[in-house]
T-cell receptor, first 113, second 112 residues
Framework: NAGVTQTPKFRILKIGQSMTLQCTQDMNHNYMYWYRQDPGMGLKLIYYSVGAGITDKGEVPNGYNVSRSTTEDFPLRLELAAPSQTSVYFC????????????FGSGTQLSVL | DQQVKQNSPSLSVQEGRISILNCDYTNSMFDYFLWYKKYPAEGPTFLISISSIKDKNEDGRFTVFLNKSAKHLSLHIVPSQPGDSAVYFCALGGTSYGKLTFGQGTILTVHP
């Protein structure tokens, strides 16, 4: 029972580089989310998806892009990485919408230098 | 504009005693409330939740209280155990699509 799997666990990028954070879930959840957590702060929503082919912006979407071609996968793309994107990134999924708990992956620690 | 605040960055408690973690919010539109627990290098895991139609929900050693008029949520852990040492986040929802707004987190340390 893998749940939500994120790769890589750690990554160091140089300013201006690009990368994709991978997220896959095996619970057949329709809803998926990307959050970031900065030190001493709560998690902030970057993007979310309510099903394959449907995505929408969260609270802090600038500098990121997402796609959802399958129910299982929800990759997060960083274009032109900046130091402000140094953070821990969490992917999550949920079976429903309102009132349902989210299941989180173990996170990706990203440093942009 | 922080809609959800956990004003205590840290809390230290002796094993066997009660731990009380607090969370305040400003938006009346939130109508369901969750607590998550997070260990280092892991993702948050769901602990307990409550909907706005209730004022209390219990699950073993964990109880969540909701005071809607004061816009205040609390988590009680009794008795506290060293394994409860972690970061605790309150998370509030009130829209469709399951989006949650998180507090900043409180680091709980339970001393043996």
């Amino acid at each position: 029972n893998a749940g939500v799997t994120q790769t890589p666990k750690f990554r160091i990028l140089k300013i201006g580089q690009s990368m994709t954070l991978q997220c896959t879930q095996d619970m057949n959840h329709n809803y998926m989310y990307w959050y970031r957590q900065d030190p001493g702060m709560g998690l902030k929503l970057i993007y979310y998806s309510v099903g394959a082919g449907i995505t929408d912006k969260g609270e802090v979407p600038n500098g990121y892009n997402v796609s959802r071609s399958t129910t299982e996968d929800f990759p997060l793309r960083l274009e032109l990485a900046a130091p402000s994107q140094t953070s821990v990134y969490f992917c999550a999924s949920s079976s429903g919408g309102r009132g349902e708990k989210l299941f989180f992956g173990s996170g990706t620690q990203l440093s942009v230098l | 504009d922080q809609q959800v605040k956990q004003n205590s960055p840290s809390l230290s408690v002796q094993e066997g005693r009660i731990s009380i973690l607090n969370c305040d919010y400003t938006n009346s539109m939130f109508d369901y409330f969750l607590w998550y627990k997070k260990y280092p290098a892991e993702g948050p895991t769901f602990l307990i939740s409550i909907s706005s139609i209730k004022d209390k929900n219990e699950d073993g050693r964990f109880t969540v209280f909701l005071n809607k008029s004061a816009k205040h949520l609390s988590l009680h852990i009794v008795p506290s155990q060293p394994g409860d040492s972690a970061v605790y986040f309150c998370a509030l929802g009130g829209t469709s699509y399951g989006k949650l707004t998180f507090g900043q987190g409180t680091i709980l340390t339970v001393h043996p």
